[in-house]
C-alpha cells in the first residue's frame, strides 16, 4: 500500500486583493497532503474553494452567482454517474456572512473564514464524513500514534483486552488518528457483554476495555462507560475492569461515579493533558483548560481517593515557549502521577500544527523532554515506594523470570513479583509489599490465597 492518497483536483478561484491570492497558496499547501493538487478549472475538480471578496456588494453577488453555477455542474457530474463536487467558501465573504451563505445556497459544504484557514483539513475530513465517505490522507499507512494495542482477540491468559470504541472527533491539531481511524464509534453493549462474558468463561478475571476515546463510548441509549462499566462488573469471574484511553472532555459524572461505587473498575486512570499551558492547550485544539483538568482530577480523587494517574505529554509544539513548558511542569507537580508517557512534538503533515509558525528546534524538545522525565520518573518512583509495607490484592498472572517467581498486576497496575506457587496463577491473592523500583514491586504473600 503506497503511503500516498490518490490525487484528488482542487479548484482554487480567487478574488479581491493580494491577501486573498496568498491565502488561496496557503490553502492549496495545507491541503496538497490530503491528496489535493491543484487544477486550472472547477470542471472535473473534486474540490472547488471560492476565495471570496467582500469588498463591494457587487463582488458578493457575484460569488452567489457562481454557486449557482457550481451546483449546476456537480448536479449534471452527479447525473453522470460522476463522483460529487465539495463547495467550499473562503475568504471575507465567508468572514462577512457565515453560515448564512449555506441557507442561501444549501449546495454549499462548507464556510472558513481567513482566521481558520489552518482547519481546513479538520473542516473537509467532517464534511467527508458527514456524508460517510472515508478520506485518505497521505499518512503512514500504521502512524505510531494511531496504533490502537491489540483487539477483542480470543482469551490467552488471565488478563484481556476488548475493544468497545474506535475512531475520534477531538481533532488535536497535532494528530493523525480523526483522519486516519474515522470518526468515533461504539460497539454495541450486547456484544460487548457477550465478548467480556466469554473471555470470563476462558478464565480472563481482568479486561481492559479499548478505544481511542474509551470515554466517549454511548451504548445508543444515551448510556455511557458509567453505566457499560456497571453492567459488566456484573459477570461473574471478572473481577477487574480497566479502561483507555480517555479524553478530558468526556470524563463525565457518571463514570467518576463508577471509580466511588464498582469495586472491580480498578483504581487507574489514564487521563491525557498534553500540556499544562492554556495557550498550547488552545492551540492543539484540546477542548480543556489546565484548571479544568486539574478540577476533574480533584473530582476523581473525591471519588476515589487512592486512584493512581496517568498522562500523555507532548514536549515541543509549534510555538511552545519556555513559560509554557513550566506550566506543564507545574501541572504535573499538582497532580502527582504514578505513570506516564512522553513524546517530543513531532510534525504530522496533513495536521494543522504542522503548518503553524514557531516549530520547535529539536535539541530544545530532547531538553525538555529529558527534564520532564526526570520530573515524572521520580514521581513514578515516589508513588512505588509509597506502597512499600502495604498489603495489596495482586491478580497472578504468569511465572516470572525465575522458577518459582510469578509475575501479577496491582490495583494501580504496578508489576509484583513474588515467590509463589504456580497454582495461584489466575487467582487474587493478599501480597505483602516489600520493595519497590521504577517500573516495579516484590511483593511475598500475606495469606493463604483468597
Ligand atoms: N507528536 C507527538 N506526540 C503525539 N501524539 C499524538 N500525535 C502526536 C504528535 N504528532 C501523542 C499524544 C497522544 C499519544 C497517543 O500520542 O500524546 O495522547
Ligand atoms: Fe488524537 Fe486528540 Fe483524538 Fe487523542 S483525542 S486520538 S490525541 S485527536
Redesign the pocket.
Known sequence: MSAQAPSKRLFIKTYGCQMNVYDSERMADVLSPLGYTMTETPQGADLVVLNTCHIREKATEKVYSELGKLKEMREERLAEGGARMTIAVAGCVAQAEGEEIMRRQPAVDLVVGPQAYHQLPELIARTHRSRGERLSANFEPQDK?DALAPAGRKANGVTAFLTIQEGCDKFCT???VPYTRGPEWSRPAAAIEAEARSLAGQGVREVTLLGQNVNAYGDGAGGGLGGLVRRLAKIPGLDRIRYT?SHPRDMDEALIAAHAEVEALMPYLHL?V?SGSDRILKAMNRGHTAERYLGLVEQVRAARPDIALSG???VGFPGESEADFEATLQLVREVGYASA?T??????PG?PAASLDGQVAEAEKADRLARLNTLLDAQQRAFNAAQAGRVLPVLFERPGRNPGDLIGRSPYLQSVHIRAPEGLIGRIAPVRIVAAAKMSLAGELALESA
Open positions: 500514534f497535532f494528530c493523525v484511553t491525557p498534553q500523555d505529554f507532548i508517557f513524546f517530543k512534538y513531532s510534525r504530522r495536521t
